[in-house]
């Protein structure tokens, strides 16, 4: 049987591709630009499929060798159907049926899941969450998403949906957002928001994220009081998670945790002032441990768990 799995995270700007074996590590990768295959669903699947061949082949491998293969995509996937309803930014996905084309062509059973919830299970099995039963895996981004590990079990909702934390309102009357409502968490974390702050903040339109942490280093109150403020907003929308679901864990995630030496102290003295005394005892937050590694790691743990205790 089938000791290796193949990765896939497919993101906006690129594709990462890794030969994942059963301990979790990658022992081979490759990745492509995403940008290339905008509006040409063909010629990305025809893509996907030639870099998979290519990762097997470079470790001299056969199809038996390979246990399954995993995708993580970024929007609605029906992961029980196999199918991609919609990518928003990939344009021209729509309802494309992934499993089964690449299933036919490798005859290797193949699973399709949504990119964060990948993140969630990489994180879960072999990250930060290792050994927890109830957590949540939240990635700060362009997006805010989340993934629920439940009763040892990934809760995917009714239509597969399930973890749209940055679309949870913060404010009643806050700005729009672009899933169609307002005053949404991502509204006031997501990076373009964070970005648009920071150049007002220090009057420099070609300021970065990163510069901001190395600002905050050096001790620039400035610098230290945006992502003081940062951290209230997301401390805020976690004690609503903390409340409802009762986690062990909150693992933070995506680029914007890089900056969790700023962000974790004001988080959680957050959590601890204002979520209910029980739940606000028991929940740990940290950060993610598997970087940009944790949805190609992920899909092994999607594997395994389709698969079940069959092998
Ligand atoms: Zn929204």
């Keep these: 049987m089938g000791h290796y799995t193949v990765g896939v995270d497919v993101g906006g700007t690129n594709i990462k591709f890794g030969l994942v074996n059963r301990s979790g590590s990658i022992l081979a990768r490759t990745s492509l630009d995403t940008k290339q ?7 990305l699947i025809n893509a996907l499929i030639e870099e998979i061949n290519s990762l097997i082949n470079s470790k001299k491998l056969k199809s038996k060798d390979i246990l399954g293969i995993g995708f993580g995509l970024p929007g609605l996937i029906d992961s029980k159907k196999g199918i991609v309803n919609f990518l928003p930014n990939v344009p021209g996905w729509k309802n494309v049926p992934l499993k089964n084309i690449v299933q036919k062509k490798f005859h290797i059973p193949t699973f399709i899941e949504n990119d964060v919830n990948l993140i969630t299970l990489g994180e879960w099995q072999f990250g930060a969450g290792k050994g927890y039963q109830n ?84 001790g620039n109150v400035c610098a230290l009081r945006f ?36 962000l974790g102290p004001t988080i959680n003295a957050i959590i601890k002032k204002r979520a209910m005394k029980v739940q606000a005892k028991m929940v740990k937050i940290v950060r993610a441990k598997l970087g940009d590694n944790a949805g190609i790691i992920g899909a092994q743990v999607l594997v395994k768990e389709a698969i079940g205790g069959r092998h």
């Design 135 to 218: 957590m949540m895996c939240m990635t700060l981004g362009t997006g805010v998403g989340a993934g629920l590990v439940l009763n040892n079990t990934l809760y995917r909702g009714e239509g597969f949906v399930a973890g749209e934390l940055g679309h949870m309102p913060l404010n009643e009357k806050g700005p729009n957002c672009n899933c169609g409502g307002w005053g949404c968490f991502e509204c006031y974390v997501g990076n373009g928001l964070l970005l648009k702050q920071v150049r007002k903040i220090f009057k420099r339109d070609s300021i970065q994220l990163p510069d901001v942490f190395y600002l905050a280093q050096q």
């Design 227 to 262: 992502w003081n403020d940062t951290a209230v907003h997301i401390g805020n929308a976690l004690i609503g998670v903390v409340n409802l679901l009762n986690p062990r864990l909150i693992i933070i995630g995506g680029g914007v945790s890089n900056n969790y030496r700023f």
């Design 37 to 43: 295959f905008h509006r040409n669903k063909k010629k």
